[in-house]
């Protein structure tokens, strides 16, 4: 039975508001495992199953601990109905950002997980930040993303996708762009084309907490046409002389904006201007 049937058969109808495109195409279902590289002992975390035709793929190459969070309540009996039989399978009903992150990892008892999972797009970036900036023993994030966040998350320097989401991202792991997928593999259709995105979080690569560096290249983003001087001193309460003099230390001129530094450098010109 394919997912347009048997939600038909099930009386479901699509709610726009938790922006649900359920994935149609088997072999991408199968392509999404594969580029997560789900192993049988891994723990799994899928946010969103919808019709459960991910969760049924990944259930199939895991025997680990799989939850599935789903928000949508006219799902709940079709999917433990469809999972019944796998005692390594939890669905939790909620808002995946109102969940605490000591309930999540009680979930998994402690133990590292990987996440694969078809995010609703209004609010990827939000799941993604949540996923990150907890402390989560999270191993990798395989997720189905808009072709246009895919871009900004991987995108390159002086570039108009380089951003903070950019920068904060290569300062917790690797990200790739692992495949492109049309619109057309979804029921119902997005107006978008989509991408399947990997993050692999790697250990701390430089010398300074994550939770001082967000703030910092938040504010250095926050108006793109602005020069990086000026984002900062709006930012921060710091003269103009004592940014131009750091951007100078850095190897940057005054004129330079934000997109036109590497992680690297940001972790720079922030030790220069909080020394």
């Known amino acids: 039975m394919d997912v347009k049937e048997e939600l038909k058969n099930n009386n479901f109808k699509f709610k726009q508001k938790f922006g649900q495109n359920f994935i149609t195409d088997t072999n991408l279902l199968s392509a999404i495992v594969k580029d997560a590289e789900i192993k049988k002992d891994d723990c799994v975390l899928e946010i969103g199953p919808g019709a459960g035709t991910l969760t049924k793929e990944i259930l199939s190459a895991s025997n680990g601990k799989v939850v599935a969070i789903e928000i949508d309540k006219d799902l709940e009996s079709m999917l433990n109905k469809k999972f019944s039989s796998h005692k390594n399978f939890e669905l939790v009903m909620g808002d995946v950002l109102k969940i605490s992150p000591k309930e999540l990892k009680e979930k998994f008892g402690g ?88 993050i692999d979080l790697t250990k701390k690569k430089f010398d300074i907490e994550y939770s001082k560096l967000a703030p910092f290249v938040k504010k250095s983003f926050a108006m793109r046409r602005k020069t990086l001087v000026n984002n900062l001193v709006a930012g921060y309460e710091f003269s103009r002389e004592k940014v131009e003099r750091s951007l100078n230390e850095c190897g940057f001129s005054k004129n330079c904006r934000a997109e036109d530094l590497t992680s690297k450098d940001f972790i720079d010109l922030y030790k220069s201007l909080f020394k």
């Open 111 to 198: 133990k590292p997980f990987k996440v694969v999972a078809n995010l609703p797009y209004y609010i990827s970036t939000p799941i993604l930040f949540y996923l990150l900036e907890n402390d989560f023993s999270v191993q990798s994030i395989t997720v189905m993303l808009q072709l246009e966040l895919a871009k900004r998350l991987t995108a390159q320097k002086n570039t108009k996708d380089y951003g903070a989401l950019t920068i904060l991202l290569d300062y917790l792991g690797e990200v790739c762009l692992t495949r492109k997928v049309p619109r057309t593999l979804f029921t119902p259709q997005p107006n978008v084309d989509s991408a399947i995105v990997r």
